[in-house]
């Protein structure tokens, strides 16, 4: 196997160029999820259902998936800080016509070019991977992780705040003045890597199928963490809907929490030290397990904020700690091809999370809160099921590069 630390081709990856992707995947992300608190606002302005503005979310999700399957592969075979400072400029341009939205179909494509655009965090992720020491690998990916995920739960937050006191669009236009300020410190601050896939674009996406049929690991944390991801979405979509019906609360205290779930996002950072110690597949059956639990917790909690709060807390430490582990996992398998396999994954994942979504609104309109939380539970206890199941195949810890 290649040397995967040669100063030449992998700079250092220093406290420096760590916090910038960490500060940077964190505020990127968080474009794919201001919209989760403003459904009902959005709804509001432009006189329509929950279930239509619902595609607000889903087409953002499917977005950031089909950005991450036709871009995410081109940083084996391009430089990737050069992609990256292209990509940024879409970024900006999908949160301005995102804010200037006139009608709800606008509104709803420009969500899917927004979710596209912001596909960033997965180019740093595998780079966080590439540049760091094989024995921290999972820490450095834990450090990214924590980031990431506390951009996910603090951008409900911070949209639900905004969208409160200003109106969803200020969200969107605030958002484009902090990504103007990001892509300058990536610009000034990231270092450049130089790709190793030597082929063209076709044989790169050709590849994607050669590693779908060769990585039996692979293929079992995709699924994985697409099953997690739809019950994470299922219950984010949806909570905003439960707080309003229920305690006649609005988009703010839906946004607090992810707060509330930012604890659960601290967990990240040690998970990523556990997967660089402890077996994999044990660390992924205690962490599925958490998110059964948390849905159970959902079902008994329909008129509980102190149950709702303790149910957020295990689900996103169980839904995080799943990734991580996955992430530790995939990462391992073939150094060279770490931006494809990343891919196959977060693509997977995502496609996860838009299903959820779906169900969750359609779920929503005909059973209300007891059809989502069934609904978790049954997709927890499948992951579950498949995650024993592979045993054999999957047991041990994954192979360092």
């Known amino acids: 196997m290649q040397n995967s630390h040669n100063p030449k081709n992998h700079p250092e990856l220093t406290p420096l160029t ?126 990214i992780m924590s980031g990431l995920l506390i951009g996910i739960l603090l951008s409900r937050t911070f949209s639900g705040y905004i969208g409160d006191y200003f109106g969803w669009r200020a969200v969107y236009y605030i958002a484009a003045g902090i990504m103007l300020l990001m892509w300058l410190m990536i610009g000034l601050f990231l270092p450049e890597v130089e790709p190793e896939y030597k082929g063209t674009y076709k044989k790169l996406m050709i590849s994607l199928i050669d590693l779908v049929k060769n990585e039996p690991k692979l293929r079992l944390a995709a699924l994985r963490g697409a099953l997690c991801f739809a019950c994470f979405s299922a219950f984010w979509t949806t909570i905003v809907f439960l707080l309003k019906q229920n305690f006649n609360m609005g988009s703010g205290v839906a946004g607090e929490f992810g707060l509330v779930g930012a604890f659960g996002a601290l967990a990240a950072g040690l998970m990523g030290r556990l997967s660089d110690k402890m077996d994999a597949y044990k660390l992924s059956g205690f962490t599925l397990l958490l998110i059964l639990v948390s849905f159970i917790i959902f079902y008994f909690s329909a008129y509980s904020i102190v149950g709702l709060v303790i149910g957020v807390i295990i689900l996103d430490m169980g839904v995080q700690a799943t990734h991580i582990s996955n992430q530790s996992i995939i990462f391992a398998l073939k150094p060279e091809a770490r931006n494809r396999i990343n891919t196959i994954y977060m693509v997977t994942y995502f496609i996860g ?19 989502v939380c069934i609904t978790g539970a049954t997709l927890s206890i499948i992951t579950l099921i498949i995650h024993f199941a592979n045993h054999t195949r999957t047991s041990g810890k994954p192979a360092t590069a």
């Open 18 to 143: 760590l916090w910038i992707m960490t500060v940077a995947t964190g505020l990127i992300v968080a474009n794919l999820y201001y919209n989760q608190p403003l459904l009902d606002d959005m709804a509001n302005t432009f006189h329509t259902t929950r279930a239509k503005v619902g595609q607000v979310s889903m087409l953002t999700q499917i977005g950031y998936a089909t950005g991450m399957f036709f871009l995410a592969p081109l940083a084996d075979m391009v430089k990737r800080k050069r992609l990256m400072m292209v990509v940024f400029a879409f970024i900006v341009l999908s949160l301005i016509i995102t804010a200037l939205s006139p009608s709800i179909n606008i509104l709803v494509a420009a969500s899917f070019f927004l979710g596209a655009a912001s596909m960033i965090p997965q180019l740093l992720v595998p780079m966080a991977a590439h540049l760091a020491k094989p024995s921290e690998r999972g820490k450095k990916i834990g450090v």
């Open 353 to 371: 999370g838009s299903i959820g979504t779906s169900f969750a609104t359609q779920l929503w309109k005909n059973y209300q809160w007891t059809g």
